[in-house]
């Protein structure tokens, strides 16, 4: 059994909306997978998934297994025991995420004590040193600030202390460089590389450029499904589903002759509206007759009937 | 080739409680007819300042805008008017620049009504044409702006935009709002305009990859100066700012062997309350020495056709170099 996360067959319907398909992925301890796709993929209800967030009336079905314990069904108390302890979470926008009426050292203190059982003075002196871990200038000074009043950066910062103070088996990062700076992204793409290194990771990205950077798998999402998956070399130099090869065509590099990107035409279907093969065909270069009819099962990585050769 | 566009010495100020953050300091910048400039900069790096005040939006403290050789700080009534009509701006959210009430077609006729160009029937007309052009179904004028995805709304902006014909079309992040498969159609129907219908273009982002597929030339602003301005592929090929390697080195890039060549900087860029002594950049530059904390570098030649304010030109390499 597996002591990192492990999906099987996860679906989250909304009435006739599966925003999640039935998506099987497994990540064991000490990787990193980047879950790669475009609005409305499913990719963050996934995450919502594994933190049992789903909002009502979402369903949950299928298995979501951390560290051996299938968590979908667990009841309330027990998931939020879960949450910030054996699971840690950084979402895009620590604004929203951080309380923003409570000091940074009372937020820290409070999940240190509940996932922790330390005295309060022994919370304090393991939030300094969290924030010092993740290159805080003057952490014991930073206890006492607001939210507001650090930077972006700063704040991210905070959010990825609080993430890991815990010493949690997986870390759900939801898109956590979307609002930062190029520069300032840099720097916490190489945080997250340095200080995620023992615990299961899924890196939710809409940007193959970050997963490059931080990932050693890559899943890429399509309508709820999983398209492909593989390592990141091999998603990246030799794409087989025509979604990911057409991702990678679509995003502009430093290349002087810069030859034209080439779009994907169309949109992705709506979740209670996918075509009954695969929900890529109607806007696939390689569709055949087969594509509409039957839905291809992801299998050895790769959900296609007529691959990228 | 002259200048359609010249900004000369630029610098715009806001009063902030008791101090004043210096948005764009002397910044000198120029767009030929048919060009494309993109304009590169993080938060607070002072692009929008500048789209607002090339936009009229604000007062500048001091240095000119120049259009076709006329200031246009004196531009008044019908000359006003016709500047406005010259030039038109896309912004980054297509979800708001819109009104929701309005049909599509509406929205393409407005300023062609407010400039009195043509007949009802002649703008109806008119609309078909703008419609074609940037890829839009015919039936799309008689539909509100709900009903379309965010790419097919940044296309009738965009349609608006060219509805008056402009010379100089200003993209303010046209693409940052969109999903990476629909950022390429914009991209694309940007680069056609200018292509096929020599519009001038002035690309304000974030993203140096996106910019570069996009630009001529790219200027590169820290802190409301331009720290580095040139051919878009020498600048990216071989940066002379060392900010501009930094950059370069930050844009991730769906490269699996990029990760090696990374250059992280040091801390955060400071308030432009506040700003350093000497070089700006000098608190978080990898190559900085004694002299950048106390002389601030002046936008000088470096080489043809490039200008570059850092004492050390060219010694930090960007990533691609020797690629």
Not at chain 1, 94 to 118: D, F, K, W, Y
Not at chain 1, 239 to 245: D, E, I, K
Not at chain 2, 13 to 22: A, I, P, Y
Not at chain 2, 258 to 281: H, M, Q, T, W
């Amino acid at each position: 059994m597996s002591d990192g996360l492990e999906l099987t067959d996860v679906a989250i319907a909304f009435g006739a909306s599966r925003v999640v398909d039935g998506v099987s992925l497994s990540v064991p301890r000490g990787s990193v997978l980047g879950l790669v796709g475009e609005s409305g993929s499913g990719k963050s209800m996934i995450a919502l998934g594994c933190l049992g967030l789903v909002p009502r009336p979402g369903v949950v079905s299928g298995e979501i297994r951390i560290a051996g314990r299938n968590i979908v069904g667990l009841p309330e108390r027990e998931l939020r025991a879960m949450r910030g302890g054996e699971v840690g979470i950084v979402f895009q926008d620590p604004m929203t995420s951080l309380n923003p009426v409570r000091r940074i050292g009372a937020l820290m203190t409070e999940t240190i004590r509940r996932h922790q059982g330390v005295s309060k003075p022994e919370a304090l002196a393991i939030a300094e040193r969290a924030l010092a871990e993740v290159g805080i200038p003057s952490p014991a000074a930073r206890l006492n600030a607001y939210a507001h009043e650090l930077s972006g950066g700063l704040r991210q910062r905070v959010m990825i202390a609080m993430a890991l103070v815990n010493r949690p088996r997986i870390i759900l990062a939801d898109e956590p460089t979307t609002a930062l700076d190029a520069t300032i992204q840099a720097q916490i793409l190489d945080l997250l590389r340095a200080r995620v290194a023992d615990a299961a990771a899924v890196l939710i990205t809409h940007d193959l450029g970050v997963a490059a950077t931080l990932c050693d798998r890559i899943a890429v999402i399509y309508s709820g499904r999983i398209v492909e998956t593989g390592t990141t070399a091999d998603i990246l130099t030799a794409p087989r589903h025509p979604y990911t090869a057409g991702l990678l065509r679509a995003v502009p590099r430093f290349d002087p002759s810069r030859p034209r990107l080439v779009p994907i035409p169309g949109l992705p279907p709506r979740p209670d509206a996918r075509p009954p093969g695969c929900a890529f065909a109607p806007r696939c270069p390689r569709r055949i007759a087969r594509c509409d009819a039957d839905r291809p099962a992801l299998a050895d990585g790769l959900a296609c009937w007529n691959p990228v050769a | 080739m002259s200048a359609l566009l010249e900004v000369r010495d630029l610098s715009v100020s806001f009063r902030v409680g008791r101090g004043r953050l210096q948005a764009l300091d002397a910044v000198s910048l120029s767009l030929a007819r048919g060009e494309t400039l993109g304009l590169v900069g993080e938060s607070g790096s002072g692009k929008s300042t500048f789209a607002r005040a090339l936009m009229l939006g604000l007062r500048p403290d001091a240095g000119d805008i120049l259009f076709d050789g006329a200031p246009v700080s004196r531009l008044a009534g019908a000359a006003l008017k016709a500047f406005r009509r010259r030039m038109q701006m896309v912004f980054q959210d297509p979800y708001s620049s819109l009104d929701p009430r309005m049909s599509v077609a509406r929205i393409l006729a407005e300023p062609l009504a407010a400039h009195g160009i043509g007949t009802r029937a002649e703008r109806a007309r008119l609309v078909a044409d703008l419609l074609a052009k940037v890829g839009l179904p015919e039936d799309a004028a008689l539909r509100l702006p709900s009903q379309f995805s965010g790419g097919q709304r940044q296309r009738v902006a965009i349609a608006r935009a060219l509805a008056l014909s402009p010379e100089v079309l200003i993209a303010d992040e046209p693409v940052s709002a969109l999903d990476v498969s629909i950022q390429a159609q914009i991209v694309n129907l940007l680069r056609d305009l200018k292509e096929e219908r020599g519009i001038a273009l002035l690309v304000i982002a974030h993203d140096l990859a996106l910019v570069h597929q996009l630009s001529d030339r790219i200027a590169v602003l820290y802190l409301g100066r331009v720290v580095e301005e040139g051919p878009a592929d020498a600048l990216v090929a071989a940066p002379l700012h060392p900010y501009t390697a930094a950059l370069l080195s930050a844009s991730p890039q769906p490269d699996p062997r990029a990760a090696s060549r990374r250059i992280v900087l040091k801390g955060e860029p400071p308030s432009a309350l506040d700003r350093p002594r000497g070089c700006a950049f000098h608190p978080r530059c990898p190559i900085a020495r004694p002299l950048c904390a106390e002389t601030t570098p002046p936008l000088a030649e470096a080489a043809q056709g490039r200008r570059v304010a850092c004492f050390f030109p060219g010694e930090l390499p960007g990533p691609l170099a020797g690629s």
